[in-house]
Antibody, heavy 113, light 108 residues
Framework: QVQLRESGPGLVEPSGTLSLTCAVS?????????WGWIRQSPGKGLEWIGD???????NYNPSLKSRVTISVDKSKNQFSLKLSSVTAADTAIYYC??????WGQGILVTVSS | EIVLTQSPATLSLSPGERATLSCRAS??????LAWYQQKPGQAPRLLIS???NRAADIPARFSGSGSGTDFTLTITSLEPEDFAVYYC??????????FGQGTKVEIK
């Protein structure tokens, strides 16, 4: 049974960097799957952020590309999201997902001082 | 960017009735279209992938159809647990991959 669990700070200051980790169990992070991030906010609905494939091939939403980095930690079987220069508009529930079929339960991140 | 437009925004039905949800893409997405169900406080759950393939453990009352720009999710006989919000999602050729705005299926 594949399980994903997001972790990280629930509060980030404006202009700071949002950093989240997704721990994966039941599957290897090096397997041929897309490991991605999606967010959901009341104002914008569901928004695809990006994903990583074969541990190094990344795809990002062009609207976020200049601020986003997704990477893999093979030793811990997890992957991470970094979003820089955050504003209140980045406040959302952030989900990690495998091939967009298995999702984590989500983590609420609020951008506020 | 491919825009997905779902209709109706809200569907008011009774248990046992048939639900028909529509998703229209602003340009062709082949069959790279998925449907998700989301209940309050939960992550979206995959129902249908590749337009018509039911995901594991999804009941047969859920079915998907369509290709190109027009897609339909049908729930043949609504069960109490089916009242939720449904989203379509496309992953065709290149990013950004997008979601529809959702259809809420509510109890009439």
């Amino acid at each position: 049974q594949v399980q994903l669990r997001e972790s990280g700070p629930g509060l980030v200051e404006p202009s700071g960097t949002l950093s989240l980790t997704c721990a994966v169990s039941g599957a290897s992070i090096t397997s041929e799957n897309y490991w991605g991030w999606i967010r959901q906010s009341p104002g914008k609905g569901l928004e695809w952020i990006g994903d990583i494939y074969h541990t190094v091939i990344t795809n990002y939403n062009p609207s976020l590309k200049s601020r986003v980095t997704i990477s893999v930690d093979k030793s811990k079987n997890q992957f991470s999201l970094k979003l820089s220069s955050v504003t209140a508009a980045d406040t959302a529930i952030y989900y990690c997902a495998k091939n967009e079929d298995y999702w984590g339960q989500g983590i609420l991140v609020t951008v506020s001082s | 960017e491919i825009v997905l437009t779902q209709s109706p925004a809200t569907l008011s039905l009774s248990p046992g009735e048939r639900a028909t949800l529509s998703c229209r893409a602003s340009q062709g997405v082949g069959n790279f279209l998925a449907w998700y169900q989301q209940k309050p406080g939960q992550a979206p759950r995959l129902l249908i992938s590749d337009a018509s393939n039911r995901a594991a453990d999804i009941p047969a009352r859920f079915s998907g159809s369509g290709s190109g720009t027009d897609f339909t999710l049908t729930i043949t006989s609504l069960e109490p647990e089916d009242f939720a919000v449904y989203y379509c999602h496309q992953r065709s050729n290149r990013p950004p991959y997008t979601f529809g705005q959702g259809t809420k299926v509510e109890i009439k």
